[in-house]
């Protein structure tokens, strides 16, 4: 069965720091992953998308994600961390049907 | 990226009763999911609508209780019924057309009292 698993509550990093926002999977096939960010009283965001190809993903706002096969990662980064990135961020993966299947989610907090 | 907007954006209703939410895209999608989110936690997706076929339900939801219509390209309902403190949540619809990620409506805030 397909599984996404965010094995961090919250993560914290000072500004201007860079973060790391971790995710593994658990597929059969092809893994199809992606990140997602929501902001406080807000929708769901796309962030960016593992499909195929390079291994480094670039996305929004600065965003990137370092897809990596043998150790079934999709970790999120960014160099410098702003305040504004301060979110909760979701990490999915494709289900059999078309369906994303989330991670827990991790509260990214950024300290001025 | 299509632009999805629901209705209402937030209601408190009575145990017992029903409310239907309203999803609107402006473009034509087939796949459209609806989901359901405690705040500050994780999606749980409750079904799949695609246009022309009945809604797909996962475990633990049923037609009964979250009956979806999805009458055409742009357009979807669900409605909770019967509710109960339980049902307060985040309901969010979202599509998927030609496309591997999905996109969002802002969500519809639901308190039952």
């Known amino acids: 069965a397909q599984s996404v698993a965010q094995p961090e509550d919250q993560v914290n990093v000072a500004e201007g720091n860079p973060l790391t926002v971790k995710c593994t999977y658990s597929?059969?096939?092809?893994?199809?992953l992606f990140w997602y960010v929501q902001y406080p009283n807000r929708g769901l965001q796309f962030l960016l998308k593992?499909?195929?190809?390079d291994n480094l993903v670039k996305g929004s706002y600065g965003f990137e994600a370092e897809f990596n096969k043998s150790q079934t990662s999709f970790h999120l980064k960014k160099p410098s961390a702003l305040v504004s990135d301060s979110a909760l961020y979701f990490c999915a993966v494709r289900g059999l049907d078309y369906q994303l299947i989330w991670g827990a989610g991790t509260k990214l907090i950024i300290k001025p | 990226s299509a632009v999805i907007s629901q209705k209402p954006s937030r209601d408190i209703c009575q145990r017992g009763t029903s409310l239907t939410i309203q999803c609107q895209v402006d473009?034509?999608?087939?796949?459209m999911f609806w989901y359901r989110q405690q705040p500050g936690q994780s999606l749980t997706l409750i079904a799949t609508?695609?246009?022309?076929?009945?809604?797909?339900?996962e475990s633990g939801f049923v037609i009964d209780k979250f009956p979806i219509s999805r009458p055409n390209l742009t357009f979807s309902t669900l409605t909770v019924s019967n509710m109960s403190p339980e049902d307060s949540s985040i309901y969010l619809c979202?599509?998927?057309?030609?496309?591997?990620?999905?996109?969002f409506g802002p969500g519809t805030r639901l308190t039952v009292t």
């Open positions: 473009s034509q999608v087939t796949m």
């Open positions: 593992y499909i195929t190809g």
């Open positions: 609508a695609n246009q022309g076929s009945e809604a797909t339900y």
């Open positions: 979202s599509v998927g057309e030609g496309r591997w990620e999905q996109y």
């Open positions: 597929v059969s096939g092809n893994p199809y």
